[in-house]
């Protein structure tokens, strides 16, 4: 009777412990919740944080915030909030090339594999090659051709170092042997200015941040830097439809939380996500920021970060890149 008795109050015990943490849970959130983006305001990045943020707000009763921190290629965005309560109430929406910067960057101060708790993949955005005007080239064998008779010549404008741009114009010289200059910028609205002018002779850019300067026939487009066309521009062939293969370069942006917030929220949290992101109004604004609506598990999130690691280890290390 005794043993029975001490297994009852062992078992009473426990249920009274886990009681309060599953009725959080199922009330969360009861405050408001922080969605922090290491990028400037106004821009597409943060557009999709402030689509996703209106919906959730309604969904769970709270007002989810955007709280914008740019400067130090994300980092002081991504600092501020992994190192907060790992409670739910301060997010992060960040893109999976950040499992690259271990490997450029001397001083991260995270690990983007074990500091962050991923939620759901929310958007892509895939990149393609826009050139000036007045760049001979008229496609990519042309680009490739030019780059190899005048090595040196050619200038890509990049977003800083290490960003995608820059990587981008670093896989092209990887995959075809050519040598390039990259001319780094604080934004993509200086590069395209330079690129419209002749600065530099071409760039890898979000589709949505180029197109127009093509419709208004102030640059061209020659490919796609993704694994299938986009749909934003169903006729424009992809970089390995125009002879250089391995080349997808989509930019996919997801939502995480910090280290150790608990299962059953991300959890809560991925599923409101998912159904934000079936939205029509959603899907649809989303698209026409030249986004690719997604959704994921978290599992799904981390894989894309290692995948991040493992596509650029040799191409950082063949290029000597290294930022302090």
Known sequence: MKIIRCLALTAAMAFSAAAPADENV???????????????????????????????????????????????????????AINSAPDGYTLLLFATVAGMFPLIHANLGYDPFADMAPISSIATQPLALFTTNSFPAQSVADLVRLARETPGKYAFAGIGVGSPQHMAGELLMYRT????????????????????????????????SGLPFVKSGKLKVLAVASKKRSELAPDLQTMEEAGVANFDLGITYFMAAPPGTPPAILKKLNAEIGAVLKEPAVIEILQKQGYEVTGSSAEHVLELLREENRKWAPIVKAAGIKVE
């Open 26 to 80: 199922t009330m969360y959130p009861t405050k408001p919740v922080r969605v922090i983006v290491p990028f400037p305001p106004g821009g597409g990045v943060d557009v999709i944080a402030r689509t996703v943020s209106q919906q959730l707000g309604p969904r769970l009763g709270q007002t989810f915030i955007v709280d914008n921190r740019p400067g130090a290629s994300g980092n002081i965005g991504v600092r501020a």
């Open 177 to 208: 042997g050519v040598r390039l200059l990259h001319v780094p910028y604080k934004g993509t609205a200086p590069a395209i200015t330079d690129l419209i002018s002749g600065q530099t002779q071409f760039a890898f850019l979000g589709l949505s």
